[in-house]
Every structure is written in structure tokens, then in C-alpha cells.
């Protein structure tokens, strides 16, 4: 059973920095990606961030050079670390793991796993 962990949301000003984990357990880390996604209060959960098995990464346009995405295979965990935080950064964030055997996630078919999501609050 596969196991997220998050850690290290909290509140900061507008242009400060904070580091999120996801620490994973139960399953072959990064079998077929992963990413942080983010749901502000009366909005869609949105993609924030992905990385890929193969390493490949992408981001929102609206934090691109501001956020980083990141891995640890061997400690199981994936960061997320942001710098240059707006007021429009504010969101539960998630991590996510698509678990899949290499033909599954070839085939598009993984099992989504989901963090329990961590609140960042950005202060102006």
C-alpha cells in the first residue's frame, strides 16, 4: 500500500521561501511520475509541478523560475521548494504518486496516490 507523507507547509510573507516534502513508502518510488498539485479556497485543484520516472519536469506557468521540483530516490521523497512566494501562492498543496508497472504506466493506467496536502499561506 503506498504510503505520502507531507511536511513543511506553513505561513510566510510574500517573498519568502518554504520546502515541501513527500516522503513515500510501499511501493517502487517514481514508478510513473509524480508531481504537487495545489487547491486554493473555492477553486479547482491545479497542477503546480511534475516529475517524471524518466526525470522529465514541468510546471505551471505561474511558478516557473519561482519553484523547484525535486527528488530523493534514496530516502523516497519528493521537494518542492519555493522562492519568490505571492499572496496568490496560497493553497493546500498535494503530493501525488502514480504508481504503475512499467507496461502499466506505458498504458496510461497507474494508480494515483494522493498526500493528505499541507497549507501554505502567503501574507502580503
Known amino acids: 500500500q503506498v504510503h505520502l507523507v507531507q511536511s513543511g507547509g506553513g505561513s510566510v510573507q510574500a517573498g519568502g521561501s518554504l520546502k515541501l516534502s513527500c516522503v513515500t513508502s510501499?511501493?517502487?518510488?517514481?514508478?510513473?511520475?509524480m508531481g504537487w498539485y495545489r487547491q486554493a479556497p473555492g477553486k479547482a485543484r491545479e497542477l503546480v509541478a511534475t516529475?517524471?520516472?524518466?526525470?522529465?519536469?514541468t510546471y505551471a506557468d505561474s511558478v516557473k523560475g519561482r519553484f523547484t521540483i525535486s527528488e530523493d530516490k534514496a530516502k523516497s521523497t519528493l521537494y518542492l521548494q519555493m522562492n519568490r512566494l505571492r499572496t496568490e501562492d496560497t493553497a493546500v498543496y498535494y503530493c501525488?504518486?502514480?504508481?504503475?508497472?512499467?507496461?502499466?504506466?506505458?498504458?496510461?493506467?497507474?494508480?494515483?496516490?494522493w498526500g493528505q496536502g499541507t497549507q501554505v499561506t502567503v501574507s502580503s
Open positions: 516529475l517524471s520516472e524518466s526525470g522529465s519536469i
Open positions: 501525488l504518486a502514480d504508481e504503475a508497472s512499467p507496461r502499466d504506466c506505458a498504458d496510461g493506467s497507474p494508480s494515483v496516490n
Open positions: 510501499g511501493y517502487v518510488f517514481n514508478s510513473c511520475g
